[in-house]
């Protein structure tokens, strides 16, 4: 399988060429050639920043359509927390649960639901291996792909638990495959994600060998449809919910925490900002925690790309549909032989690494110096690349060169065309007879022709 499998893509009919999007990946994933954005699939953690700050949508996500559902048997419906606080005024998540089986569902599984049986085996790993903390949280899908190509060495403090949209993707196939005596082929099960980072998840997991979601949807293609089915008859209501606050509370920044039952963690959103708490704690800055989560998107999943509704307000709705609601409603005794532990170890992949050994990367970083050095270090982004060292790596891997800076190739240009100033006016090319002084003359304006054709490109 490919290991950079990804869900965002460029619609190169759509860029421009500007160079927003390099300028927000936080893992500078992203470079602008021959007028058109380039995303290195090496780099990319699916984090959809991009997808966010394009001003001309040419940064998609990539995930299935609805209409996959008339493709198998059986369905069923795997809701995230953070859909349910994209509706207005939602008092019951029966109402929600209920529209997605009348827009063709057969059978809906809460991933809240799997959320409380998730940490209950966190807080049981934590206690068990406390020596060992703090854990990182593994839940969302791009802060785990972050650890594995920058941060090799926190890679043993990932919490080694399957996240909650995959427990209960186990849990749905194995209620449908009773219920209904199908084979596993004949059923689908559709995730409704917040982002696009999950629907990689699903096609090319890590920790797990193969993912038990088959299909991946976007909240917000979802959403209008399920306005046209939803009820607030409560009396028409089948009771589904099966999810407290603990659950439905994952969807927002510290959620998952808060389910742990601990003082002793930290609580990040925001990709930036998860990058800063990874460096100090790779730095061993932080002493007495317990657990640390992250989210890449702001406000956590709530704040995904996928969704329709401002993560903040979208905060404070979960918050207000959960206040009332046991703290939690599944437990683990439900499902005593379900395995929450990964099947296989995520390795560290040096996609950053400049060389094929120490000696030849540390030669090359000397060179990556020596050239930031060179240029002007204003970081405008003109070259295509977000950062002047960013260019000089790319020259370093033979992906650039020292003429894409702007400022360097107008003193390229500036001292050929005094060259050229300086040949016109001597009467035999510089000492050189009349023709070979033409000759040089030639050479250098053709020089320079070539440099302008290539910018021009």
Not at 70 to 76: A, F, H, P, R, S
Not at 105 to 121: I, K, Q, R, W
Not at 245 to 263: C, F, M, Q, V, Y
């Amino acid at each position: 399988m490919d290991k950079f499998i990804h869900s965002v893509q460029l619609d190169e009919e759509a860029c421009r060429g500007c160079i927003n999007c390099i300028k927000y990946c936080p893992t500078q994933a992203i470079r602008v050639q021959n007028g058109k954005a380039k995303i290195k699939p090496q780099f990319c953690v699916d984090c959809g920043r991009c997808i966010r700050y394009c001003p001309h949508h040419a940064k998609i996500p990539v995930y299935d359509s609805v209409e996959e559902i008339k493709n198998y048997k059986y369905t069923v419906a795997l809701p995230a927390p953070s859909l349910y606080s994209q509706f207005n005024n939602l008092t019951n998540v029966d109402i929600v649960l209920n529209a997605l089986l009348s827009m063709g569902f057969d059978d809906v599984f809460e991933v809240s639901a799997a959320a409380e049986l998730v940490s209950e085996a966190s807080r049981a790993y934590i206690s068990e291996h406390r020596d060992e903390a703090p854990f990182i949280s593994t839940a969302c899908p791009t802060i785990v792909r972050i650890v594995r190509v920058k941060f090799p060495t926190l890679i043993p403090r990932l919490l080694p638990l399957k996240p909650p949209v995959e427990v209960a993707a186990e849990i749905a196939r194995r209620k449908a495959l009773e219920k209904t005596g199908l084979k596993s082929e004949d059923i689908g099960i559709f995730f409704i994600s917040p982002c696009p980072s999950k629907v990689t998840y699903a096609k090319a997991p890590l920790g797990i060998g193969k993912s038990q979601i088959d299909k991946v949807l976007a909240i917000k293609e979802v959403y209008p449809i399920l306005l046209e089915h939803m009820t607030h008859d409560e009396s028409k209501l089948k009771p589904l919910a099966a999810s407290g606050r603990i659950g439905i509370g994952w969807s927002n920044a510290g959620g998952e925490s808060a389910g742990l039952i601990t003082d002793n963690y930290l609580a990040c959103d925001g990709i930036m900002s998860a990058l800063r708490v990874l460096s100090d704690l790779e730095d061993e800055k932080f002493h007495g925690l317990k657990f640390v989560e992250l989210n890449a998107c702001n406000g956590g999943c709530v704040g995904g790309p996928l969704t329709v509704e401002n993560p903040y307000v979208a905060t404070a709705k979960s918050k207000k549909l959960h206040r009332y609601l046991p703290v939690a409603q599944t437990h683990g005794e439900s499902y005593p032989d379900l395995d929450y532990q990964w099947s296989a170890y995520v390795e560290y992949e040096p996609v950053f690494r400049l060389g094929q050994s120490f000696r030849e990367s540390l030669e090359m970083m000397g060179t990556i110096e020596e050239l930031t050095e060179q240029l002007p270090g204003l970081d405008c982004g003109s070259c295509g690349a977000p950062t002047c060292r960013a260019l000089a790596e790319d020259i370093v891997r033979g992906e650039a060169s020292k003429n894409d800076c702007i400022y360097l190739f107008h003193e390229y240009i500036n001292t050929l065309a005094k060259e050229i100033a300086y040949l016109s006016h001597s009467p035999d090319g510089d000492g050189e007879s009349g023709e070979t002084g033409a000759s040089s003359m030639d050479a250098y304006i053709e020089k320079l022709t070539t440099e302008l054709d290539k910018r021009e490109r």
